[in-house]
């Protein structure tokens, strides 16, 4: 999620840091294992789990859309699949999910970012780009495919951006940057090892390169190097020494608390298609079963708050999402997510609430 960055002085003018600051992913994979292991890292923060239906159809919304009456919408589309979602921000803007093919997708803060801007294409709120991605693509290829006939990515006013990892059911993996107004594609070829933090790829890469683990001269200690820049080389040594033991997540889960706990931690075996999860408030750990989610185009969008106090399997425990209980996220998530005091009770934050309930009045019921 985000921070604070200083570099002599506060960059002050920097009202949102991005959602996604300091975080860690990666896909630990085999012969007989695919897992994703997710830490996020930034503040205690309040959210919720999101079931995404297919066969719904959905508009654009960039960040005019949201703050204006004025704004032209540009881009239709029926969702094809189903998802489940992390929302800070409310219905159909996620920070991370995966689709019921599979297909996985994050954002991570990356302070060099830059707009890729298509004048044919419409602009996207970048969290709906992210739901975007779910709700029209089953394969890593597929997303890597469409990106430049795809929607603009419509960042907060104001800030930086964020690079993406992706991963889907055959373990392929990709990380996606915007640098230099272009979109720059890593694909499995260049990536020895699919893990990903806040810088890029390479430049991560490079410093690990020094550490006798990748046939440096440096010898890696593991219990001394332990800061917080550490996460990288820390998380690629442990996925570099696993030995398959029939227990794949629970060494994610292992990699996931030995490099940093986030505040939010998610790991999914995509091969039986469990989702487990855990928040800094609640730190039991809570399983998903997806596919035994109902996704279908009749059932009723539900949800499940992060921070639950149900455990174990907790399929049972979604409840229908209702634009009242959408509102109260929308009310508490977008000025933690904006990074800024003073949007809460801003005129413009009343306005972007009105217009969620206007995109949204015809989907979630009242």
């Known amino acids: 999620m985000k921070t604070i960055f200083l570099r002599g002085f506060v960059l002050a003018a920097l009202v949102y840091s991005g959602i996604l600051s300091a975080c860690s992913v990666f896909l630990l994979k085999g012969k007989d294992h695919c897992v994703v292991g997710f830490n996020e890292n930034w503040k205690t923060m309040p959210g919720m789990i999101v079931v995404n239906r297919r066969d719904i ?25 189903g998802s489940v979602t992390f929302n800070l921000l409310g219905y159909d803007f996620p920070c991370y ?4 093919k599979g297909l996985f997708l994050v954002e991570l803060y990356l302070e060099e970012t830059s707009k890729v801007y298509n004048p044919k294409q419409a602009n996207m709120f970048w969290a709906q780009w992210i739901q975007y991605q779910l709700d029209n693509y089953k394969s890593v290829q597929e997303v890597v495919d ?17 690079h993406f ?3 889907d059911a055959k373990g392929n993996t990709a990380t996606i940057a915007l640098l230099n107004g272009k979109y720059k594609v890593l694909t499995d070829k260049d990536m020895p090892m699919p893990l990903l933090c806040n810088n890029q790829y390479k430049k991560d890469f490079d410093n690990a390169k020094k550490f006798d683990f ?7 200690d593991f219990a001394k190097e332990g800061k917080w820049e550490d996460r990288y080389n820390r998380a690629y040594y442990m996925l570099n020494s696993y030995q398959y033991d029939k227990k794949p997540v629970g060494y994610a889960w292992n990699i996931l608390n030995s490099i ?76 933690i997510g904006y990074d800024n005091k003073e949007f809460g009770t801003s005129e413009t934050f009343v306005k972007l609430k009105e217009n969620i309930i206007r995109f949204f009045k015809n989907i979630l019921p009242e």
Do not use: C
């Open 260 to 335: 940093h706990a986030g505040e939010w931690q998610t790991v999914i075996d995509v091969k039986n298609m469990n989702l487990y999860f855990r928040s800094d408030l609640k730190k039991e750990i809570k399983t998903i079963d997806i596919r035994k989610l109902d996704f279908s185009r009749n059932a009723q969008v539900k949800f499940l708050d992060i921070h639950t106090e149900s455990l174990g399997k907790v399929n049972d425990q979604f409840q229908v999402l209702t634009m009242n209980k959408n509102n109260e996220y929308v009310e508490k998530g977008f000025p």
């Open 214 to 220: 990748l046939g440096g001269q440096e010898k890696f």
């Open 97 to 100: 999910g995966v689709n019921e």
């Open 57 to 81: 159809q959905k508009r654009n919304i960039s960040w005019e859309n949201l703050r204006t009456d004025h704004a032209k919408f540009a881009k239709e589309w029926t969702s094809q699949y």
């Open 146 to 162: 469409h990106l430049n006939d795809g929607p603009n990515i419509d960042w907060w006013p104001n800030a930086a951006g964020s």
């Open 165 to 167: 990892f992706l991963s």
